[in-house]
C-alpha cells in the first residue's frame, strides 16, 4: 500500500492494532469508516474525502477495505460501510464518558466535553483516563478549582499525566500500578 495519512488528528493507538490484528493501512480505513459515521452520520463523498483524510486513493482505499470486509467493516444492503462489533467494542466511548462525567462532577459544558473526550479517548485508555480523573478531582479543595473538562481532556495538553500524589487511600502495587484500599 502507499503512504497512509492519518484521519484528522487521530493517531493510530497500536495496542487495538493489535488486538484486532490490523495492518497499520487497515486500521486507518477502519478509523476513517467510524469517525465519518459516528461524526456525520452518512457514507463520505468519497473521493476528496478519502484522499483528504486517509492519504489513500480510490482504488487503494477499496481494495482495504475489503480486504477487512465482515471483521471490522461490513457493508449493509444499501451498500453503505460500517464497523462491526469487533471494532465498536473498542471505539464506542459514550458510555465511558457517562462515567468519567460522573467522576468529574460534570464541570463544564457536557456535549463539548463528550466531543474532547472522545479525542482523548484516541490516545489515552479508559482506565489510564479515568484513574487521572480521580487523582485530580482528589487533589482539588473546592470545586470551582477543578478544570472545566474540556479543559482537562483537550489532547493537545494530555492533563491524564500530570504527575499527582497518591491520595490516602491508594497503595502502589508491584507492577507500578495503584487501588484504593477499603479498610
Not at 46 to 53: G, L, Y
Not at 73 to 102: A, G, H, L
Request: charged fraction near 30%; include cysteine; aromatic fraction near 12%.
Amino acid at each position: 500500500m502507499g503512504s497512509t495519512g492519518l484521519i484528522l488528528s487521530s493517531v493510530v493507538n497500536h495496542k487495538i492494532r493489535c488486538l484486532l490484528d490490523l495492518t497499520c493501512d487497515q486500521y486507518v480505513v477502519a478509523n476513517f469508516i467510524h469517525h465519518w459515521r459516528r461524526t456525520r452520520g452518512k457514507q463520505p463523498a468519497f473521493s476528496k474525502d478519502i484522499k483528504r483524510n486517509t492519504g489513500f486513493d480510490l482504488p487503494e482505499f477499496f481494495e482495504t477495505l475489503k480486504s477487512m470486509d465482515g471483521d471490522v467493516v461490513k457493508q449493509d444492503e444499501n451498500k453503505k460501510w460500517s464497523t462491526t462489533d469487533r471494532w465498536d467494542q473498542y471505539f464506542n466511548f459514550e458510555q465511558d464518558f457517562e462515567e468519567f462525567w460522573e467522576i468529574w462532577k460534570k464541570r463544564g459544558n457536557r456535549a463539548k466535553s463528550l466531543e474532547v473526550y472522545l479525542r482523548a479517548r484516541e490516545v489515552v485508555g479508559k482506565e489510564d483516563l479515568h484513574t487521572a480523573a480521580k487523582r485530580k478531582v482528589a487533589t482539588v479543595d473546592e470545586l470551582k478549582y477543578l478544570p472545566h473538562a474540556t479543559t482537562w481532556l483537550n489532547p493537545k495538553y494530555k492533563s491524564w499525566e500530570e504527575v499527582l500524589p497518591l491520595a490516602d487511600n491508594e497503595n502502589v502495587k508491584q507492577d507500578g500500578d495503584f487501588s484504593a484500599t477499603t479498610d
